[in-house]
């Protein structure tokens, strides 16, 4: 299952303290929707204020992005710029 790292953001307050957990998701759209589930609001928060990062590369537009079972993937604050 792909390992899931929240670096920063507010996702353990969502997660109750968890900042690493697997999902069952093969996309990061289905990843969010699979995280929205189990904990309400997270889906949203991912979708809207964090990057993703797939076994070390960046992804943009992500929701079709494939997660392998062995993939690593890092929840990251987007940077906001002016």
């Known amino acids: 299952m792909p390992h899931v790292l929240a670096m ?3 996702v353990e307050r969502f997660t109750g303290g968890l900042a690493e957990f697997d999902v069952a998701a093969t996309t990061v759209g ?3 929707r699979e995280l929205e589930t189990r904990w309400p ?3 949203d928060y991912v979708e809207r204020r964090m990057a993703v990062a797939i076994d070390g590369e ?3 537009d992500a929701d079709a992005a494939r997660l392998a079972p062995s993939s690593e993937v890092c ?7 002016g």
């Open 58 to 60: 960046i992804h943009q």
């Open 41 to 43: 609001g997270l889906g």
């Open 75 to 81: 929840l990251i604050p987007r940077i906001g710029g």
């Open 8 to 10: 920063g953001g507010d």
């Open 30 to 32: 289905a990843m969010i």
